[in-house]
């Protein structure tokens, strides 16, 4: 295991130093840089755009730039373009508001998928998992910025039922936002209900996507562990019926679900770019699109990078969780 650990973190901190390389040259081959976009001032004139370009080192060569840049990265000294503010505090702070946004939408993701997924490969073809699969095929071809709006207008608005005249009033409150605009003044409790009822249905939506996939992956595994020999063996034992579903059957079924549980931690920072712009919510995705829009290259690639960072991280976790899980696979 020792060797494995340190064979595999000198392996991922060059997959690393290739993708900080990759992702600096894609970024700077765009057309078009910084000093081009100043909502400010944008009658900038020439030696105010050489004093610009200097002072964020642009006018230094591609190389240059780059060590300069994973320089003041790993020394926390990166500026952004756009306000001259600390990257690591701007993201620090988006981070604390889409984490709630990131745990709720996983919690339900995962607490749903698995029964759903579960019940239609032990009741297979039947009522119940034919409309398991229509949804979840309906909720994966449905885009989310689509469900976005119509969720928002059922709720604020209201909707009318479909063959009747009977109107479902709506709760003609605000859903934008992380809170309610002008309720600065109210009780502790008041903005902790405010905050929860803003959290709802971003996470939904949120979720929503990853329960309609992760539900036919379940269903899938499950079905193709049930018809395996071992389980017709402990059929063939005497045990009952769900000791050989819920132990036996679901232990090796969600093997493979280790090394997904994984690869969710990237969603920090790029899982809610859509649903954040859509529900006004300043949390991480949306920074990374207000980058993108002013050309903010330290925020653009930090975010980048931290990306990057979480997917190695996440892969290593799944790969010593998969051991630890399955003794039959060795490292």
Not at 33 to 40: C, F, K, R, V
Not at 80 to 95: A, E, M, T
């Amino acid at each position: 295991m020792g060797a494995y650990i340190i064979r595999t973190s000198l392996f991922k901190l060059v997959t690393l130093f290739i993708i900080s390389i990759v992702s600096f040259l894609i970024i700077h081959l765009a057309p078009g840089e910084p000093s081009q976009i100043d909502p400010l001032n944008p009658r900038f004139t020439q030696e105010d755009l050489a004093r610009y370009r200097a002072a964020f080192d642009l006018d230094k060569p591609l190389p240059v730039q780059y060590w300069l840049f994973y320089k003041k990265f790993f020394t926390g000294e990166l500026a952004s373009l756009k306000d001259n503010q600390p990257v690591f505090g701007k993201i620090w702070r988006r981070f604390l508001i889409s984490l709630p946004l990131f745990i709720v939408g996983t919690i339900i993701t995962w607490c749903l998928s698995f029964p759903l997924g579960i019940a239609g490969a032990l009741r297979r073809y039947s009522v119940f998992d034919r409309s398991t699969t229509f949804m979840s095929y309906l909720m994966i071809s449905m885009p989310s910025f689509f469900l976005a709006y119509i969720l928002i207008i059922a709720v604020v608005q209201g909707f009318t039922l479909p063959f009747t005249d009977y109107h479902v009033p709506g709760l003609e409150v605000s859903v934008l936002g992380i809170e309610t605009f002008g309720r600065g003044d109210v009780s502790p409790l008041f903005r902790i209900n405010d905050r929860i009822w803003h959290l709802v249905l971003p996470s939904l939506v949120g979720a929503i996507g990853g329960i309609a996939v992760l539900s036919r992956y379940v269903r899938g595994q499950m079905i193709e562990v049930v018809d395996s020999d071992f389980i017709r063996t402990a059929h063939s034992k005497g045990l009952d019926e769900n000791t050989v579903n819920y132990v036996h059957a679901l232990r090796n079924a969600g093997l493979p679900f280790v090394t997904m549980f994984g690869l969710i931690l990237p969603g920090l920072i790029g899982g809610s770019v859509i649903i954040e712009n859509i529900f006004a919510w300043p949390g991480m995705g949306r920074l990374g699109f207000e980058a993108v829009l002013a050309r903010d290259y330290p925020v653009i690639l930090s975010l980048n990078f931290i990306s990057a960072i979480l997917v190695v991280i996440g892969t290593f976790i799944s790969d010593i969780l998969l051991v630890i899980v399955d003794p039959r696979i060795r490292l």
